[in-house]
């Protein structure tokens, strides 16, 4: 079955960075266009960056624009998300996501 794994959360202070991953698994991982979504307690679901089939194309939200790098290894069916330069704000518990599946998240806080 379908299986979207994410790893990589965790507590950062401030200005502090992050890598995400989520490993696939159960579907043609290379010819979906992936994104990574987040929910930061009591809101609902935000779009964070997409990545076509072929990494030739990405997208971010303005609000990670410039801070934010989303990658894929299709070898390894593996989603990558890069946080540089975290802002409280960014707290979150973030989830990769193919078509209408999604993974359980990993929470990521950023706090002093």
């Known amino acids: 079955q379908v299986q979207l794994v994410e790893s990589g959360g965790g507590a950062a202070q401030p200005g502090g960075s992050l890598r995400l991953s989520c490993a696939a698994s159960g579907f043609n991982f290379q010819t979906y266009i992936m994104n990574w979504v987040r929910q930061a307690p009591g809101k609902g679901l935000e779009w964070v960056a997409g990545?076509?089939?072929?990494?030739?194309?990405?997208n971010y939200a303005d609000s990670v624009k410039g801070r934010f790098v989303i990658s894929r290894d299709n070898a390894k069916n593996t989603l990558y998300l890069q946080m540089y330069s975290l802002k409280p704000e960014d707290t979150a518990v973030y989830y990769c996501?193919?078509?209408?599946?999604r993974g359980q998240g990993t929470q990521v806080t950023v706090s002093s």
């Open positions: 990545i076509s089939q072929s990494s030739t194309v990405t």
């Open positions: 996501q193919a078509g209408d599946w």
